[in-house]
T-cell receptor, first 115, second 113 residues
Framework: DAGVIQSPRHEVTEMGQEVTLRCKPI?????LFWYRQTMMRGLELLIY????????DSGMPEDRFSAKMPNASFSTLKIQPSEPRDSAVYFC?????????????FGQGTRLTVV | GNSVTQMEGPVTLSEEAFLTINCTYT??????LFWYVQYPGEGLQLLLK?????DKGSNKGFEATYRKETTSFHLEKGSVQVSDSAVYFC????????????FGTGTSLTVIP
């Protein structure tokens, strides 16, 4: 398996623009996580899906952020409108959510810069 | 609730020195415990894990033992190399966490020749 695939790897956009980050989890995994990593705040969980259903979105910063998982093999994280403080590395991770003692597998991340 | 506390970094060591990174946790139930490593510009990778009390996880010369009595999972390596320079994250997950993962803040390690 190719692992968790995220695209794009890098994104530079202007303030106010819409940004869409994409994630393809590992085939067969039924849990998917979106994280944000910054120097100031470290690694933060934004949202957690299980079987394509959002279970915990309490980490989503505000209404400008939205996430979808239309099927088991694809998820998006959208920021509209983007702001400079959204600049961070965004990670997607997946796991076998219904198996005990299983680890999460991370993608390479998307480095977002909002200017 | 569930949480993980790691020792603050950054940590700087000379090559071949002994490494300990402390990790303690608070959890409901009996979670699995993990150490992840993040090399510059990359995502987090699983380094090792332990799924029950007294289990020892090991990989690439790193070890950590699941200590239920002290709620700890300290990472150790007997002789670090320059290539071990990275950020290390302690984490927990389990059925009592709804299979969510709780990460520590990460500890940056730099190994100098």
């Amino acid at each position: 398996d190719a692992g968790v695939i995220q695209s794009p790897r890098h994104e530079v956009t202007e303030m106010g623009q819409e940004v869409t980050l994409r994630c393809k989890p590992i085939s067969g995994h039924n849990s998917l996580f979106w994280y944000r990593q910054t120097m100031m705040r470290g690694l933060e969980l934004l949202i957690y899906f299980n079987n394509n259903v959002p279970i915990d979105d309490s980490g989503m910063p505000e209404d400008r952020f939205s996430a979808k998982m239309p099927n088991a093999s694809f998820s998006t994280l959208k920021i509209q409108p983007s702001e400079p403080r959204d600049s961070a590395v965004y990670f997607c991770a997946s796991s076998f959510g219904d198996r005990a003692n299983t680890e999460a597998f991370f993608g390479q991340g998307t480095r977002l810069t909002v200017v | 609730g569930n949480s993980v506390t790691q020792m603050e970094g950054p940590v700087t060591l000379s090559e071949e020195a002994f490494l300990t990174i402390n990790c303690t946790y608070t959890a409901t139930g009996y979670p699995s415990l993990f150490w992840y490593v993040q090399y510059p510009g990359e995502g987090l990778q699983l380094l090792l894990k332990a799924t029950k009390a007294d289990d020892k996880g090991s990989n690439k010369g790193f070890e950590a033992t699941y200590r239920k009595e002290t709620t700890s999972f300290h990472l150790e390596k007997g002789s670090v190399q320059v290539s071990d320079s990275a950020v290390y994250f302690c984490a927990l997950s389990g059925s009592d966490t709804g299979n969510q993962f709780y990460f520590g803040t990460g500890t940056s390690l730099t190994v100098i020749p």
